[in-house]
């Protein structure tokens, strides 16, 4: 793992109140909460971009036939009787 490195920033005194309650609420220092934020929504971000990425190197058409060649894979069958959802009951 890379050595830490002492980084400042600035934010509103709102949000750093909100760190530190939630800090305090779950027993951790408030840096490893914002570290473990920061990773968390950080790769969420990289994944999304690489998703971005891989589909806009491709049709729509072309992925419409590969999800429809995936759902013809699926062997049909009956569906059970408690997962059929009654007509007179609405959702």
Same mark, same amino acid.
């Given at each position: 793992m890379n050595r830490p *490195? %002492? %980084? &400042? #920033?600035t934010m509103p005194l709102e949000l750093q109140n909100r760190l530190e309650r939630?800090? /305090?609420? +779950?027993? %951790?220092p #408030?840096? +490893?909460l914002i570290n473990y934020?920061? &990773?968390v *929504?950080?790769?969420q971000l990289e994944t999304l971009s690489s998703l971005e990425e891989r589909l806009s190197q491709k049709s729509v058409p /072309?992925?419409?036939a590969k999800v429809s060649a995936i759902l013809d894979d699926i062997p049909s069958r009956e569906v059970?009787?408690?997962d059929l959802r009654e007509s007179n009951h609405s959702i």
């Open positions: *490195q %002492v %980084v &400042t #920033i939630e800090a /305090e609420h +779950q027993c %951790v #408030i840096n +490893q934020l920061l &990773t *929504q950080l790769t /072309e992925l419409k059970p009787a408690w």
